[in-house]
């Protein structure tokens, strides 16, 4: 992987492109005429001026500090093609009405739903986080009880390691209606599709790296008079956390996904039901909205997540990164 201080196959000249790409989304938005009918909205150029300013503070702290600088460069290309997206996106929107409301808003749309609907996006995230975290531990817990189970024990794995290959594999979204049926509240029904679909890449990959753990390290912990607990909680599991980090992030991508479907079941609030109302009453905008809420909130917890396995994992640092 190459070294973010040592960009080579990156141009120095590259640290203006960020500035240049979002003047031209300034000035194509300002000076083109609107094609796509609609009242006139004033968020989407004053966030563009905002941007525009940020990055000229940013340009002149680059040149008094090498940091920023190496940093802004390694940048600059990926923030320039995400202007020019947007750019484009304006354009075959609002500008030429190559893609025709109300299915395609264009993003000064989309922007304006997100600040005018903030708190009920609020609410519905808050609602959605609640949902995620409570599906997400249950289904971490029951995913490490019965990795380590399957792991350490021949028997756990003889008897619970064929249930795992015939129910794991089945999407958690398939146990929607008996869900339904079971459960007394569309929340605890969600709250258990999302945990099944947590449990099985945690219980696989738990009881894989328990598995493969070197069997020196438990003949030398029994030579010092280590108990079976000494054995599981201090020898198998820090041995095997790199690989039972890979289950929970594969665990947390699940859960999302899960998450989604889960709430358009009838929940009172949540992410996946403003999806469904907006979309039932054709406003594709805050469709579109809360899809990147969606995508900001994934983005934080999973950052989140792999500072926390940086922390644990020392010496894997910067082995994979985000």
């Known amino acids: 992987m190459m070294n973010r201080d040592k960009p080579g196959f990156i141009s120095k000249n590259s640290i203006y492109l960020p500035l240049l790409t979002v003047i031209l989304d300034l000035l194509m938005h300002r000076m083109l005429p609107d094609k796509q009918s609609g009242i006139k909205s004033p968020y989407y150029?004053?966030?563009?001026?905002?941007?525009?300013?940020?990055?000229?503070?940013?340009?002149?702290?680059?040149?008094?500090?090498?940091?920023?600088?190496?940093?802004?460069?390694?940048?600059?290309?990926?923030?320039?093609?995400?202007?020019?997206?947007?750019?484009i996106w304006d354009l075959v929107t609002l500008k030429l009405n190559l893609f025709h409301l109300p299915y395609f808003p264009g993003p000064e749309r989309v922007l304006t739903a997100l600040v005018i609907d903030w708190r009920t996006l609020l609410i519905s995230t808050l609602y959605s986080?609640?949902?995620?975290?409570?599906?997400?531990?249950?289904?971490?817990?029951?995913g490490l009880v019965t990795g380590i189970y399957i792991g350490w024990s021949q028997r756990g794995n003889y008897w619970i390691g064929p249930v795992i290959k015939i129910i794991g594999p089945i999407p958690a979204t398939a146990w929607i209606p008996i869900a339904m049926v079971v459960f007394p509240t569309s929340f605890w029904a969600s709250v258990f599709l999302i945990t099944l679909a947590v449990w099985f890449p945690?219980?696989?990959?738990?009881?894989?790296?328990?598995?493969?753990?070197?069997?020196?390290?438990?003949?030398?912990?029994?030579?010092?008079?280590?108990?079976?607990?000494?054995?599981?909680?201090?020898?198998?599991?820090?041995?095997?956390?790199?690989?039972?980090?890979?289950?929970?992030?594969?665990?947390?991508?699940?859960?999302?996904?899960?998450?989604?479907?889960?709430?358009?079941?009838?929940?009172?609030?949540?992410?996946?039901?403003?999806?469904?109302?907006?979309?039932?009453?054709?406003?594709?905008?805050?469709?579109?909205?809360?899809?990147?809420?969606?995508?900001?909130?994934f983005f934080g917890i999973i950052t989140l997540l792999f500072k926390i396995k940086d922390h644990f994992l020392v010496w894997q640092k910067g082995l994979l990164k985000w």
């Open 45 to 87: 150029f004053i966030l563009l001026s905002t941007l525009t300013v940020i990055y000229l503070l940013v340009l002149v702290l680059s040149y008094r500090h090498k940091s920023i600088k190496l940093k802004i460069t390694y940048s600059a290309p990926l923030i320039a093609a995400a202007f020019i997206i947007v750019g």
């Open 129 to 142: 986080m609640k949902l995620l975290f409570t599906g997400y531990l249950m289904g971490v817990v029951v």
């Open 202 to 297: 945690v219980t696989v990959m738990t009881g894989s790296g328990i598995a493969n753990v070197q069997k020196s390290y438990f003949e030398v912990a029994r030579t010092l008079g280590a108990t079976r607990k000494y054995l599981i909680f201090k020898v198998a599991l820090p041995a095997s956390s790199p690989t039972i980090f890979v289950g929970l992030f594969m665990g947390l991508g699940a859960a999302f996904l899960t998450l989604i479907a889960a709430e358009m079941l009838g929940v009172k609030a949540g992410l996946g039901w403003y999806i469904t109302w907006a979309q039932g009453w054709a406003e594709y905008s805050k469709v579109y909205a809360s899809l990147i809420v969606i995508a900001l909130l």
